[in-house]
């Protein structure tokens, strides 16, 4: 089966305990696409701090949305349901981590988890969906504006 079909088929459903293992393995698998090349990093170091940032996100209220074909899992988006924003404190949801199975990808899967991520987020009565990308993930921009998101804020570094 083609990936283009498995993602025809993919559905969204909430995570368990029993799918932490895809998603660690997944995030340790696509970490590369979160780092900048101003900023390159070390493998290792990256994974760990992929594996801090599960740590962290299992310990606070959270969603773990993961998309799957009726044969595997296809992807996974966790989302932080109490993460207020740093400058306003107003309440948001926030999608601390998205990622899709290499084979899956253009091929509407993320755009099915930023979906399903936005209704719960509505759900919950939250007002904002928030996310970050990394300035060089083109595909990943392109796929946030044409789901409605917006750059609020920009983070800019300075080599030393």
């Given at each position: 089966m083609s990936a283009a079909r498995n993602a025809a088929l993919a559905t969204i459903r909430y995570g368990t305990n029993a799918d932490r293992g895809f998603v660690l393995d997944l995030g340790r698998r696509t970490t590369d696409v979160s780092v900048s090349s101003r900023r390159r990093a070390p493998e290792a170091a990256v994974r760990a701090s992929y594996e801090r940032l599960l740590e962290y996100v299992y310990d606070a209220p959270h969603v773990a949305l993961i998309a799957e074909d009726g044969l595997a899992p296809l992807g996974f988006l966790l989302l932080m349901t109490e993460m207020p924003d740093e400058v306003t404190a107003l309440p948001q949801a926030f999608v601390a981590y998205m990622a899709v199975e290499p084979h899956a990808r253009r091929h509407r899967v993320a755009a099915l988890l930023?979906?399903?991520?936005?209704?719960?987020?509505?759900?919950?009565?939250l007002p904002h969906l928030t996310l970050m990308v990394t300035e060089e993930n083109a595909a990943a921009r392109e796929l946030y504006a044409q789901a409605g998101f917006a750059t609020e804020r920009r983070l800019l570094s300075k080599p030393l």
């Open positions: 930023l979906e399903a991520a936005e209704r719960e987020a509505k759900r919950r009565g």
